[in-house]
T-cell receptor, first 114, second 115 residues
Framework: AQSVAQPEDQVNVAEGNPLTVKCTYS??????LFWYVQYPNRGLQFLLKYITGDNLVKGSYGFEAEFNKSQTSFHLKKPSALVSDSALYFC????????????FGKGTRLHILP | EPEVTQTPSHQVTQMGQEVILRCVPISNHLYFYWYRQILGQKVEFLVS????????KSEIFDDQFSVERPDGSNFTLKIRSTKLEDSAMYFC?????????????FGEGSRLTVL
């Protein structure tokens, strides 16, 4: 069965600094990988995805993520954080072999300090 | 931009009562899902639905839960006899289908409070 681990409950970053939110995954086949963001009292919004091809994928709001197959990781990054990036971030995986659901990690709360 | 809509936004019910949460997925989507989130924490998969039948369900989705698509547009989640631990935010989601990359589009959620 597929699973996702987000080792950090919370990440604090000063505005303007680079940020990284960590994610590792486990699937039986090749993964589809996703990042979603949730703002307070809202649903989840899609940020970016990795399906195949270039290991560095770019998404919404200047975010990017790097797929590392050997480390089974898909860390979310942004070169320069904004206060408005403060939110709850979820990494997610869909197993390409059995792909009728997406499994989410427990979420990482990102605080950008002004 | 098309979106997934959910009603009600908040429902309060007494333990043991039946609850129906409603969702209107994006019109050309073929796969439908329910997830739940307790206290703003982990988002848990409940059930996926395709071609008018359940595609997959989690351990959470026991006999008290059911889903249906009664009229080709609405997608409903029914909890027959609610328990205190059913209190959560329930999210409906949809996706185009297996042929695509599978990203989900979520509604804003229905908050269920069981007293």
């Amino acid at each position: 069965a597929q699973s996702v681990a987000q080792p950090e409950d919370q990440v604090n970053v000063a505005e303007g600094n680079p940020l990284t939110v960590k994610c590792t995954y486990s699937v039986s086949g090749n993964p589809y990988l996703f990042w979603y963001v949730q703002y307070p009292n809202r649903g989840l919004q899609f940020l970016l995805k990795y399906i195949t091809g270039d290991n560095l994928v770019k998404g919404s709001y200047g975010f990017e993520a790097e797929f590392n197959k050997s480390q089974t990781s898909f860390h979310l990054k942004k070169p320069s954080a904004l206060v408005s990036d403060s939110a709850l971030y979820f990494c997610a995986v869909r197993d390409m072999i059995r792909d009728d659901k997406i499994i989410f990690g427990k979420g990482t709360r990102l605080h950008i300090l002004p | 931009e098309p979106e997934v809509t959910q009603t009600p936004s908040h429902q309060v019910t007494q333990m043991g009562q039946e609850v129906i949460l409603r969702c209107v997925p994006i019109s050309n989507h073929l796969y439908f899902y329910w997830y739940r989130q307790i206290l703003g924490q982990k988002v848990e998969f409940l059930v996926s639905f395709y071609n008018n039948e359940i595609s997959e369900k989690s351990e959470i989705f026991d006999d008290q839960f059911s889903v249906e698509r009664p009229d080709g547009s609405n997608f409903t989640l029914k909890i027959r006899s609610t328990k205190l631990e059913d209190s959560a935010m329930y999210f409906c989601a949809s996706s185009v289908g297996l042929a695509d990359t599978g990203e989900l589009f979520f509604g804003e959620g229905s908050r269920l409070t069981v007293l």
